[in-house]
Protein backbone atom coordinates (compact mmCIF):
# COMPACT_ATOMS: atom_id res chain seq x y z
CA UNK A 1 0.00 0.00 0.00
CA UNK A 2 2.58 2.51 0.80
CA UNK A 3 4.30 2.10 -2.26
CA UNK A 4 1.05 2.62 -4.43
CA UNK A 5 0.62 5.48 -2.28
CA UNK A 6 3.83 6.67 -3.24
CA UNK A 7 3.84 6.26 -6.92
CA UNK A 8 0.39 7.75 -7.76
CA UNK A 9 2.08 11.12 -6.23
CA UNK A 10 5.51 10.54 -7.89
CA UNK A 11 2.96 9.66 -11.25
CA UNK A 12 1.00 13.15 -10.25
CA UNK A 13 4.12 15.01 -10.16
CA UNK A 14 5.99 13.61 -13.46
CA UNK A 15 2.61 14.48 -15.14
CA UNK A 16 3.69 18.41 -14.86
CA UNK A 17 7.34 17.82 -14.33
CA UNK A 18 8.80 15.06 -16.56
CA UNK A 19 9.07 14.43 -20.62
CA UNK A 20 8.55 10.77 -19.06
CA UNK A 21 6.20 8.64 -17.04
CA UNK A 22 7.30 7.58 -13.20
CA UNK A 23 10.16 4.91 -13.07
CA UNK A 24 8.74 1.72 -10.98
CA UNK A 25 9.32 1.77 -7.44
CA UNK A 26 11.74 -0.51 -5.77
CA UNK A 27 10.17 -4.11 -5.69
CA UNK A 28 8.57 -5.73 -2.55
CA UNK A 29 6.85 -8.25 -4.57
CA UNK A 30 8.03 -11.70 -5.07
CA UNK A 31 9.48 -14.97 -3.08
CA UNK A 32 12.74 -15.60 -3.90
CA UNK A 33 15.36 -16.46 -5.86
CA UNK A 34 16.35 -19.62 -3.56
CA UNK A 35 19.03 -21.68 -3.28
CA UNK A 36 16.87 -24.30 -4.51
CA UNK A 37 13.73 -24.47 -5.59
CA UNK A 38 11.39 -27.93 -6.45
CA UNK A 39 7.77 -27.09 -8.36
CA UNK A 40 6.05 -30.46 -8.07
CA UNK A 41 3.67 -32.55 -9.99
CA UNK A 42 3.14 -29.81 -12.90
CA UNK A 43 2.29 -30.39 -16.18
CA UNK A 44 4.70 -29.33 -18.60
CA UNK A 45 4.24 -27.26 -21.98
CA UNK A 46 7.64 -26.68 -22.95
CA UNK A 47 7.42 -24.05 -25.41
CA UNK A 48 8.86 -25.89 -28.11
CA UNK A 49 6.29 -27.12 -29.55
CA UNK A 50 6.28 -30.74 -27.71
CA UNK A 51 3.06 -31.93 -26.46
CA UNK A 52 2.75 -31.60 -22.61
CA UNK A 53 3.99 -33.99 -20.17
CA UNK A 54 3.30 -34.62 -16.81
CA UNK A 55 3.70 -35.14 -13.49
CA UNK A 56 7.26 -33.11 -13.26
CA UNK A 57 9.09 -31.50 -10.60
CA UNK A 58 10.79 -28.95 -11.89
CA UNK A 59 14.54 -27.99 -9.44
CA UNK A 60 15.63 -24.38 -9.56
CA UNK A 61 18.82 -23.54 -8.07
CA UNK A 62 18.57 -19.10 -7.62
CA UNK A 63 17.51 -18.81 -10.95
CA UNK A 64 18.26 -21.31 -13.48
CA UNK A 65 17.14 -24.69 -14.25
CA UNK A 66 18.87 -27.53 -13.51
CA UNK A 67 17.18 -30.73 -13.47
CA UNK A 68 13.22 -31.55 -14.84
CA UNK A 69 12.03 -35.14 -13.82
CA UNK A 70 8.70 -36.95 -15.08
CA UNK A 71 7.66 -37.96 -11.50
CA UNK A 72 4.56 -40.88 -13.06
CA UNK A 73 1.53 -41.29 -14.71
CA UNK A 74 -1.67 -39.23 -14.85
CA UNK A 75 -4.50 -41.05 -12.72
CA UNK A 76 -1.65 -42.50 -10.61
CA UNK A 77 -0.13 -41.93 -7.71
CA UNK A 78 3.57 -39.62 -7.46
CA UNK A 79 6.66 -42.33 -7.83
CA UNK A 80 8.20 -40.66 -4.69
CA UNK A 81 11.39 -42.49 -5.52
CA UNK A 82 11.60 -40.20 -8.69
CA UNK A 83 11.15 -37.07 -7.05
CA UNK A 84 14.17 -34.71 -6.46
CA UNK A 85 14.79 -34.75 -3.18
CA UNK A 86 14.49 -31.65 -0.67
CA UNK A 87 16.79 -30.33 2.02
CA UNK A 88 16.72 -27.89 4.89
CA UNK A 89 18.03 -25.32 2.24
CA UNK A 90 14.88 -26.35 -0.29
CA UNK A 91 11.63 -24.53 -1.00
CA UNK A 92 8.55 -26.43 -2.17
CA UNK A 93 5.84 -25.57 -4.21
CA UNK A 94 3.44 -28.10 -4.46
CA UNK A 95 1.74 -27.71 -7.29
CA UNK A 96 0.08 -31.18 -8.50
CA UNK A 97 -2.08 -30.68 -11.66
CA UNK A 98 -1.47 -27.01 -12.36
CA UNK A 99 0.45 -26.18 -15.74
CA UNK A 100 3.52 -24.38 -16.34
CA UNK A 101 4.60 -22.97 -19.81
CA UNK A 102 7.90 -20.88 -20.30
CA UNK A 103 7.51 -17.19 -19.41
CA UNK A 104 5.60 -15.06 -22.04
CA UNK A 105 7.69 -12.39 -24.89
CA UNK A 106 5.67 -9.19 -25.69
CA UNK A 107 8.04 -8.24 -28.97
CA UNK A 108 5.89 -4.86 -29.16
CA UNK A 109 5.78 -4.09 -25.67
CA UNK A 110 5.58 0.01 -25.77
CA UNK A 111 5.90 0.53 -21.52
CA UNK A 112 3.58 4.03 -22.42
CA UNK A 113 3.45 7.60 -21.93
CA UNK A 114 2.20 10.87 -20.16
CA UNK A 115 -0.57 10.91 -22.80
CA UNK A 116 -1.54 7.89 -21.67
CA UNK A 117 -0.88 8.65 -17.84
CA UNK A 118 -0.05 5.22 -16.95
CA UNK A 119 2.58 4.50 -13.98
CA UNK A 120 5.27 2.59 -15.11
CA UNK A 121 4.41 0.33 -11.86
CA UNK A 122 0.71 -0.16 -13.22
CA UNK A 123 2.40 -1.48 -16.83
CA UNK A 124 4.66 -4.09 -15.94
CA UNK A 125 2.41 -5.47 -13.04
CA UNK A 126 -0.44 -5.98 -16.16
CA UNK A 127 2.63 -7.80 -17.69
CA UNK A 128 3.55 -9.50 -15.36
CA UNK A 129 0.17 -10.84 -13.95
CA UNK A 130 -0.24 -12.03 -17.13
CA UNK A 131 2.97 -14.01 -17.62
CA UNK A 132 4.99 -11.84 -19.99
CA UNK A 133 8.55 -12.06 -18.71
CA UNK A 134 10.05 -10.59 -21.10
CA UNK A 135 9.17 -7.36 -23.40
CA UNK A 136 10.94 -5.50 -26.42
CA UNK A 137 10.34 -1.54 -26.17
CA UNK A 138 9.86 -0.48 -29.65
CA UNK A 139 10.92 3.52 -29.71
CA UNK A 140 12.16 3.67 -26.15
CA UNK A 141 8.94 6.43 -26.24
CA UNK A 142 10.54 7.54 -22.45
CA UNK A 143 13.78 8.58 -23.93
CA UNK A 144 16.69 5.74 -24.20
CA UNK A 145 18.00 6.57 -21.03
CA UNK A 146 15.15 6.11 -18.96
CA UNK A 147 14.41 2.44 -20.59
CA UNK A 148 17.83 1.56 -19.95
CA UNK A 149 17.66 2.69 -16.52
CA UNK A 150 14.69 0.51 -15.93
CA UNK A 151 16.02 -2.58 -17.97
CA UNK A 152 18.67 -2.05 -15.48
CA UNK A 153 16.45 -2.77 -12.57
CA UNK A 154 15.08 -5.00 -14.10
CA UNK A 155 17.57 -7.22 -14.86
CA UNK A 156 18.52 -7.05 -11.69
CA UNK A 157 15.13 -7.61 -10.07
CA UNK A 158 14.99 -4.15 -8.01
CA UNK A 159 11.89 -3.33 -9.40
CA UNK A 160 8.63 -5.80 -10.11
CA UNK A 161 9.27 -5.98 -14.15
CA UNK A 162 9.62 -8.12 -17.43
CA UNK A 163 12.96 -7.91 -18.44
CA UNK A 164 13.26 -5.52 -20.50
CA UNK A 165 14.82 -4.57 -24.17
CA UNK A 166 15.43 -1.15 -25.64
CA UNK A 167 15.11 -0.81 -29.65
CA UNK A 168 15.43 2.64 -30.35
CA UNK A 169 13.26 4.69 -32.82
CA UNK A 170 15.73 5.12 -35.48
CA UNK A 171 16.99 9.47 -35.49
CA UNK A 172 15.57 9.58 -31.48
CA UNK A 173 17.77 12.04 -29.46
CA UNK A 174 19.69 9.52 -27.73
CA UNK A 175 20.40 12.21 -24.89
CA UNK A 176 17.14 12.80 -24.15
CA UNK A 177 16.50 14.46 -20.43
CA UNK A 178 13.62 14.26 -17.97
CA UNK A 179 12.53 17.53 -18.47
CA UNK A 180 8.84 19.05 -19.84
CA UNK A 181 9.52 20.82 -22.36
CA UNK A 182 12.75 20.94 -25.37
CA UNK A 183 14.05 24.44 -26.19
CA UNK A 184 14.57 26.07 -29.84
CA UNK A 185 18.39 25.54 -29.38
CA UNK A 186 17.37 21.92 -27.85
CA UNK A 187 15.38 20.98 -30.94
CA UNK A 188 18.49 22.33 -32.94
CA UNK A 189 21.34 20.40 -31.18
CA UNK A 190 19.98 16.98 -33.49
CA UNK A 191 19.27 17.34 -37.24
CA UNK A 192 17.25 14.96 -39.25
CA UNK A 193 19.54 11.95 -40.51
CA UNK A 194 19.36 12.80 -44.35
CA UNK A 195 22.53 11.21 -45.68
CA UNK A 196 24.18 7.27 -45.43
CA UNK A 197 27.26 8.88 -43.31
CA UNK A 198 25.05 10.14 -40.89
CA UNK A 199 22.85 6.93 -40.50
CA UNK A 200 26.11 5.16 -40.29
CA UNK A 201 27.21 7.09 -37.49
CA UNK A 202 23.61 7.22 -35.49
CA UNK A 203 23.55 3.64 -35.62
CA UNK A 204 26.91 3.15 -34.24
CA UNK A 205 26.34 5.58 -31.28
CA UNK A 206 22.80 3.95 -30.68
CA UNK A 207 25.19 0.70 -30.12
CA UNK A 208 27.12 2.83 -27.56
CA UNK A 209 24.79 4.48 -25.81
CA UNK A 210 23.32 0.74 -24.49
CA UNK A 211 20.31 -0.03 -27.06
CA UNK A 212 19.88 -3.51 -28.18
CA UNK A 213 17.95 -2.63 -31.24
CA UNK A 214 16.48 -0.31 -33.76
CA UNK A 215 13.08 0.90 -34.49
CA UNK A 216 12.71 1.99 -37.93
CA UNK A 217 9.65 3.80 -39.07
CA UNK A 218 10.49 5.00 -42.86
CA UNK A 219 13.30 7.45 -44.97
CA UNK A 220 14.98 7.75 -48.15
CA UNK A 221 16.18 4.26 -49.38
CA UNK A 222 19.93 5.13 -49.15
CA UNK A 223 19.65 6.34 -45.64
CA UNK A 224 17.68 3.04 -44.86
CA UNK A 225 20.15 0.80 -46.92
CA UNK A 226 22.98 2.48 -44.84
CA UNK A 227 21.59 2.27 -41.81
CA UNK A 228 19.87 -1.51 -41.46
CA UNK A 229 23.36 -2.73 -42.96
CA UNK A 230 25.05 -1.36 -40.35
CA UNK A 231 22.80 -1.96 -38.04
CA UNK A 232 23.18 -6.00 -38.64
CA UNK A 233 26.95 -5.43 -38.95
CA UNK A 234 27.58 -4.38 -35.44
CA UNK A 235 25.65 -6.89 -34.24
CA UNK A 236 21.83 -5.31 -33.04
CA UNK A 237 18.99 -6.14 -33.90
CA UNK A 238 15.64 -3.99 -35.66
CA UNK A 239 12.24 -3.96 -36.43
CA UNK A 240 9.92 -1.78 -38.37
CA UNK A 241 6.61 -0.13 -39.03
CA UNK A 242 6.77 0.46 -42.47
CA UNK A 243 4.35 4.21 -42.19
CA UNK A 244 2.78 5.37 -45.36
CA UNK A 245 4.54 8.21 -45.80
CA UNK A 246 7.53 6.07 -47.26
CA UNK A 247 6.36 2.13 -48.19
CA UNK A 248 5.91 3.46 -52.16
CA UNK A 249 10.05 3.63 -52.03
CA UNK A 250 10.94 1.32 -49.42
CA UNK A 251 8.69 -2.33 -48.50
CA UNK A 252 9.05 -5.06 -46.42
CA UNK A 253 11.47 -6.70 -49.30
CA UNK A 254 13.64 -3.94 -49.71
CA UNK A 255 14.43 -4.11 -45.64
CA UNK A 256 14.62 -7.78 -45.36
CA UNK A 257 17.01 -8.02 -48.07
CA UNK A 258 18.99 -5.03 -46.07
CA UNK A 259 18.99 -7.00 -43.05
CA UNK A 260 16.11 -6.17 -41.23
CA UNK A 261 15.10 -8.35 -38.57
CA UNK A 262 11.63 -8.54 -38.11
CA UNK A 263 8.28 -6.53 -39.43
CA UNK A 264 5.62 -4.77 -36.83
CA UNK A 265 1.68 -5.15 -38.09
CA UNK A 266 1.64 -5.53 -41.58
CA UNK A 267 2.67 -2.10 -43.60
CA UNK A 268 4.87 -3.07 -46.10
CA UNK A 269 3.98 -6.18 -46.91
CA UNK A 270 1.03 -5.42 -48.75
CA UNK A 271 2.55 -2.90 -50.92
CA UNK A 272 5.52 -5.80 -51.64
CA UNK A 273 2.82 -8.02 -53.03
CA UNK A 274 1.34 -5.64 -55.36
CA UNK A 275 1.27 -6.48 -59.15
CA UNK A 276 -1.28 -4.17 -60.75
CA UNK A 277 0.26 -1.04 -59.11
CA UNK A 278 3.07 0.35 -57.05
CA UNK A 279 1.51 2.61 -54.85
CA UNK A 280 -1.73 2.08 -52.53
CA UNK A 281 -5.40 3.41 -54.23
CA UNK A 282 -5.81 6.48 -51.05
CA UNK A 283 -8.90 8.66 -51.68
CA UNK A 284 -7.85 11.30 -53.19
CA UNK A 285 -8.92 13.49 -50.39
CA UNK A 286 -6.62 11.50 -48.22
CA UNK A 287 -4.74 13.65 -45.00
CA UNK A 288 -2.57 11.13 -43.55
CA UNK A 289 -2.54 13.01 -39.97
CA UNK A 290 -6.09 12.55 -40.25
CA UNK A 291 -6.01 9.21 -38.68
CA UNK A 292 -9.47 7.72 -39.38
CA UNK A 293 -8.33 8.16 -42.96
CA UNK A 294 -5.13 6.44 -42.53
CA UNK A 295 -6.30 3.16 -40.37
CA UNK A 296 -9.98 3.58 -43.06
CA UNK A 297 -7.87 3.44 -46.10
CA UNK A 298 -5.55 0.26 -44.41
CA UNK A 299 -8.70 -1.80 -44.08
CA UNK A 300 -8.68 -2.01 -48.23
CA UNK A 301 -4.53 -2.62 -48.45
CA UNK A 302 -4.76 -6.43 -48.64
CA UNK A 303 -7.31 -6.92 -51.00
CA UNK A 304 -5.09 -4.63 -53.54
CA UNK A 305 -2.44 -7.20 -52.79
CA UNK A 306 -1.84 -10.48 -54.81
CA UNK A 307 -4.20 -13.47 -54.11
CA UNK A 308 -3.26 -16.51 -51.76
CA UNK A 309 -0.98 -18.49 -52.91
CA UNK A 310 -0.43 -17.09 -56.45
CA UNK A 311 2.95 -17.00 -57.82
CA UNK A 312 3.79 -13.49 -57.11
CA UNK A 313 1.97 -14.15 -53.38
CA UNK A 314 4.54 -17.62 -53.04
CA UNK A 315 7.07 -15.14 -54.45
CA UNK A 316 7.21 -12.88 -51.63
CA UNK A 317 6.55 -15.40 -49.07
CA UNK A 318 9.57 -17.62 -50.07
CA UNK A 319 12.42 -14.76 -49.94
CA UNK A 320 11.37 -14.08 -46.65
CA UNK A 321 11.75 -17.69 -45.39
CA UNK A 322 14.81 -17.60 -47.10
CA UNK A 323 16.13 -14.48 -45.27
CA UNK A 324 14.80 -15.73 -42.21
CA UNK A 325 12.60 -12.82 -41.54
CA UNK A 326 10.71 -12.56 -38.73
CA UNK A 327 7.07 -11.45 -38.53
CA UNK A 328 5.01 -9.88 -35.70
CA UNK A 329 1.79 -8.75 -36.28
CA UNK A 330 0.13 -7.46 -33.11
CA UNK A 331 -3.20 -8.95 -34.60
CA UNK A 332 -4.87 -7.68 -31.28
CA UNK A 333 -3.97 -3.95 -31.96
CA UNK A 334 -6.37 -3.20 -34.98
CA UNK A 335 -8.96 -4.84 -33.37
CA UNK A 336 -11.04 -2.50 -32.98
CA UNK A 337 -11.07 -1.39 -36.67
CA UNK A 338 -13.39 -4.62 -37.17
CA UNK A 339 -15.65 -4.68 -34.01
CA UNK A 340 -15.20 -1.44 -32.26
CA UNK A 341 -17.72 -2.11 -29.79
CA UNK A 342 -16.27 -5.64 -28.48
CA UNK A 343 -12.76 -3.54 -28.23
CA UNK A 344 -14.20 -0.69 -26.52
CA UNK A 345 -16.63 -2.87 -24.13
CA UNK A 346 -13.67 -5.75 -22.78
CA UNK A 347 -14.86 -6.37 -19.73
CA UNK A 348 -11.72 -5.56 -17.69
CA UNK A 349 -11.75 -1.72 -18.58
CA UNK A 350 -14.29 -1.38 -15.59
CA UNK A 351 -11.86 -2.53 -13.25
CA UNK A 352 -7.76 -1.89 -14.61
CA UNK A 353 -8.53 0.81 -17.33
CA UNK A 354 -6.96 4.10 -15.53
CA UNK A 355 -9.15 7.11 -16.31
CA UNK A 356 -6.08 9.27 -18.28
CA UNK A 357 -5.88 6.32 -20.24
CA UNK A 358 -9.26 5.83 -21.25
CA UNK A 359 -9.94 9.45 -21.91
CA UNK A 360 -6.14 8.93 -24.39
CA UNK A 361 -8.75 6.00 -26.04
CA UNK A 362 -11.79 8.35 -26.71
CA UNK A 363 -12.34 9.82 -30.04
CA UNK A 364 -9.71 12.55 -30.59
CA UNK A 365 -8.16 14.28 -33.54
CA UNK A 366 -4.73 14.51 -31.68
CA UNK A 367 -4.16 11.09 -29.30
CA UNK A 368 -2.39 8.66 -31.30
CA UNK A 369 -5.25 5.23 -32.31
CA UNK A 370 -8.11 7.49 -31.41
CA UNK A 371 -9.68 8.38 -34.87
CA UNK A 372 -13.22 7.12 -34.09
CA UNK A 373 -14.56 10.17 -35.89
CA UNK A 374 -17.38 8.48 -37.57
CA UNK A 375 -16.07 4.63 -38.16
CA UNK A 376 -18.82 2.57 -39.50
CA UNK A 377 -20.42 -0.56 -40.41
CA UNK A 378 -18.87 -0.33 -44.01
CA UNK A 379 -15.19 0.16 -42.49
CA UNK A 380 -15.63 -2.86 -40.07
CA UNK A 381 -16.74 -5.28 -43.10
CA UNK A 382 -13.71 -3.94 -44.67
CA UNK A 383 -11.27 -4.76 -41.96
CA UNK A 384 -12.67 -8.43 -41.52
CA UNK A 385 -11.32 -8.69 -44.90
CA UNK A 386 -8.42 -7.51 -44.36
CA UNK A 387 -7.77 -9.71 -41.00
CA UNK A 388 -8.85 -12.40 -43.55
CA UNK A 389 -6.23 -11.95 -46.43
CA UNK A 390 -3.69 -11.28 -43.71
CA UNK A 391 -4.06 -13.59 -41.39
CA UNK A 392 -4.18 -16.29 -44.38
CA UNK A 393 -0.66 -14.60 -45.27
CA UNK A 394 0.88 -14.71 -41.93
CA UNK A 395 -0.15 -18.69 -40.74
CA UNK A 396 0.87 -20.09 -44.18
CA UNK A 397 4.28 -18.06 -43.10
CA UNK A 398 4.13 -20.36 -39.79
CA UNK A 399 3.42 -23.23 -41.90
CA UNK A 400 6.29 -23.00 -44.33
CA UNK A 401 8.68 -22.86 -41.37
CA UNK A 402 8.72 -18.41 -40.62
CA UNK A 403 8.67 -17.11 -37.61
CA UNK A 404 5.75 -15.41 -36.08
CA UNK A 405 5.79 -14.07 -32.89
CA UNK A 406 3.50 -12.43 -30.61
CA UNK A 407 3.46 -8.46 -29.82
CA UNK A 408 0.59 -6.37 -28.22
CA UNK A 409 1.74 -2.67 -28.87
CA UNK A 410 -0.74 -2.16 -26.35
CA UNK A 411 -1.72 1.62 -24.89
CA UNK A 412 -3.37 2.64 -27.94
CA UNK A 413 -6.95 1.90 -29.24
CA UNK A 414 -8.61 0.17 -26.56
CA UNK A 415 -6.07 -2.49 -26.08
CA UNK A 416 -5.10 -3.01 -22.06
CA UNK A 417 -1.54 -4.21 -21.25
CA UNK A 418 -1.58 -7.74 -20.63
CA UNK A 419 -5.00 -8.40 -20.95
CA UNK A 420 -4.31 -7.38 -24.88
CA UNK A 421 -1.57 -10.23 -25.09
CA UNK A 422 -3.97 -12.86 -24.04
CA UNK A 423 -5.94 -11.43 -26.91
CA UNK A 424 -3.35 -11.75 -29.35
CA UNK A 425 -2.52 -15.58 -28.24
CA UNK A 426 -6.56 -15.63 -29.37
CA UNK A 427 -6.02 -14.03 -32.38
CA UNK A 428 -3.43 -16.76 -33.65
CA UNK A 429 -5.39 -19.18 -32.94
CA UNK A 430 -8.20 -18.03 -35.35
CA UNK A 431 -5.67 -17.48 -37.90
CA UNK A 432 -5.08 -21.15 -38.07
CA UNK A 433 -2.37 -21.86 -35.50
CA UNK A 434 -2.62 -24.97 -32.87
CA UNK A 435 -3.08 -23.80 -29.71
CA UNK A 436 1.11 -25.15 -29.10
CA UNK A 437 1.75 -23.65 -32.36
CA UNK A 438 0.30 -19.98 -30.38
CA UNK A 439 2.49 -20.92 -27.20
CA UNK A 440 5.85 -21.37 -29.09
CA UNK A 441 5.39 -18.34 -30.93
CA UNK A 442 4.73 -16.56 -27.26
CA UNK A 443 7.83 -18.12 -25.95
CA UNK A 444 10.29 -19.90 -28.05
CA UNK A 445 9.74 -17.55 -31.35
CA UNK A 446 10.50 -14.13 -29.25
CA UNK A 447 13.46 -15.22 -27.71
CA UNK A 448 14.95 -16.35 -30.92
CA UNK A 449 13.93 -13.22 -32.75
CA UNK A 450 15.99 -11.22 -29.77
CA UNK A 451 18.68 -13.44 -30.16
CA UNK A 452 18.04 -14.25 -26.14
CA UNK A 453 17.07 -18.21 -27.15
CA UNK A 454 20.37 -19.60 -25.03
CA UNK A 455 19.04 -17.66 -22.08
CA UNK A 456 15.02 -17.90 -22.15
CA UNK A 457 11.83 -19.22 -24.32
CA UNK A 458 11.68 -22.89 -23.33
CA UNK A 459 11.29 -24.66 -20.09
CA UNK A 460 14.66 -26.41 -20.45
CA UNK A 461 18.09 -27.57 -17.85
CA UNK A 462 20.32 -24.40 -17.87
CA UNK A 463 17.95 -21.87 -18.76
CA UNK A 464 16.42 -19.17 -16.64
CA UNK A 465 13.94 -19.87 -14.50
CA UNK A 466 11.28 -17.79 -16.39
CA UNK A 467 7.41 -19.83 -16.15
CA UNK A 468 3.51 -19.08 -16.22
CA UNK A 469 2.41 -21.29 -13.84
CA UNK A 470 -1.64 -21.78 -13.80
CA UNK A 471 -4.37 -24.49 -12.20
CA UNK A 472 -6.21 -24.59 -16.15
CA UNK A 473 -5.15 -26.43 -19.23
CA UNK A 474 -4.50 -23.58 -21.99
CA UNK A 475 -4.61 -25.37 -24.77
CA UNK A 476 -8.03 -26.35 -24.16
CA UNK A 477 -9.59 -22.58 -23.34
CA UNK A 478 -6.86 -19.55 -23.67
CA UNK A 479 -9.00 -17.35 -21.89
CA UNK A 480 -7.87 -18.84 -18.63
CA UNK A 481 -4.88 -16.91 -19.45
CA UNK A 482 -6.68 -13.86 -19.10
CA UNK A 483 -6.89 -11.93 -15.09
CA UNK A 484 -10.80 -11.92 -15.05
CA UNK A 485 -10.21 -15.79 -16.05
CA UNK A 486 -13.16 -17.93 -18.32
CA UNK A 487 -16.38 -18.33 -17.27
CA UNK A 488 -17.85 -22.12 -16.28
CA UNK A 489 -21.44 -23.00 -14.67
CA UNK A 490 -20.65 -24.78 -11.45
CA UNK A 491 -23.14 -27.58 -9.65
CA UNK A 492 -25.77 -25.05 -8.39
CA UNK A 493 -25.94 -23.85 -12.45
CA UNK A 494 -24.52 -20.47 -11.51
CA UNK A 495 -21.93 -18.78 -13.12
CA UNK A 496 -18.18 -18.64 -11.86
CA UNK A 497 -14.80 -18.25 -12.89
CA UNK A 498 -12.04 -19.84 -13.31
CA UNK A 499 -7.90 -19.82 -14.19
CA UNK A 500 -5.87 -16.41 -14.13
CA UNK A 501 -2.45 -16.98 -13.96
CA UNK A 502 -1.24 -18.31 -10.40
CA UNK A 503 2.24 -17.41 -10.09
CA UNK A 504 4.59 -16.08 -12.61
CA UNK A 505 8.31 -16.62 -12.40
CA UNK A 506 11.08 -14.46 -13.10
CA UNK A 507 14.90 -15.38 -12.75
CA UNK A 508 13.77 -17.75 -10.14
CA UNK A 509 11.54 -15.40 -8.15
CA UNK A 510 7.79 -16.37 -7.58
CA UNK A 511 5.22 -13.48 -8.33
CA UNK A 512 1.33 -14.17 -6.79
CA UNK A 513 -0.13 -13.06 -10.41
CA UNK A 514 -3.52 -12.81 -8.93
CA UNK A 515 -2.11 -10.51 -5.86
CA UNK A 516 -0.13 -8.04 -8.48
CA UNK A 517 -3.69 -7.77 -10.46
CA UNK A 518 -5.19 -6.41 -7.15
CA UNK A 519 -2.71 -4.04 -6.70
CA UNK A 520 -3.37 -2.47 -10.41
CA UNK A 521 -7.02 -2.57 -9.36
CA UNK A 522 -5.95 -0.22 -5.93
CA UNK A 523 -3.92 2.05 -8.28
CA UNK A 524 -6.92 2.67 -10.77
CA UNK A 525 -9.37 2.89 -7.86
CA UNK A 526 -6.93 5.55 -6.18
CA UNK A 527 -6.60 7.45 -9.89
CA UNK A 528 -10.22 7.12 -9.88
CA UNK A 529 -10.98 8.35 -6.57
CA UNK A 530 -8.53 11.58 -6.75
CA UNK A 531 -9.91 12.62 -9.90
CA UNK A 532 -13.52 11.41 -9.39
CA UNK A 533 -13.70 9.32 -12.56
CA UNK A 534 -15.20 6.57 -13.91
CA UNK A 535 -15.47 4.81 -17.43
CA UNK A 536 -18.05 6.11 -19.72
CA UNK A 537 -18.83 5.39 -22.97
CA UNK A 538 -18.27 8.35 -25.70
CA UNK A 539 -20.76 10.17 -26.15
CA UNK A 540 -22.66 8.71 -23.18
CA UNK A 541 -22.88 9.54 -19.43
CA UNK A 542 -22.94 5.68 -18.46
Not at 40 to 62: F, H, N, W, Y
Not at 312 to 321: A, D, I, Q, R, T
Not at 511 to 531: G, M, P, S, T
Amino acid sequence: MRKIILGLILSVFSLHAFAQIMPAPDREEGDGPYDRLIIRGVTLIDGTGAPPVGPVDIVVEKNRITRIQTVGYPGLPISEGRRPKADENTQVLDLEGHYLLPGFVDMHGHIGGTGQGTPAEYVYKLWMAHGVTTIRDPSAGNGLNWVLNEKKRSLSNQITAPRILAYTAFGADLDKKMVKDTTEEEKKERLPITTPDQAKAWVNENKAKGADGIKFFGAKPEVMQAAISENKRIGLRSAMHHQQLDVARWNVLHSARAGLTSMEHWYGLPEALFEDRTIQDFRLDYNYQNEQHRFAEAGKLWKQAAKPYSEHWNKVMNELLELDFTLDPTFNIYEANRDLMRARRAEWHDAYTLPSLWRFYSPSRQSHGSYWFDWTTEEELLWKENYRLWMTFVNEYKNRGGRVTTGSDSGFIYQLYGFAYIRELELLREAGFHPLEVIRSATMYGAEALGMDKEIGTVEVGKLADFVILEENPLQNLKVLYGTGAIRIDENNQPIRVGGVKYTVKDGIVYDAKQLLADVKEIVDQHKARENARITQPGLDW
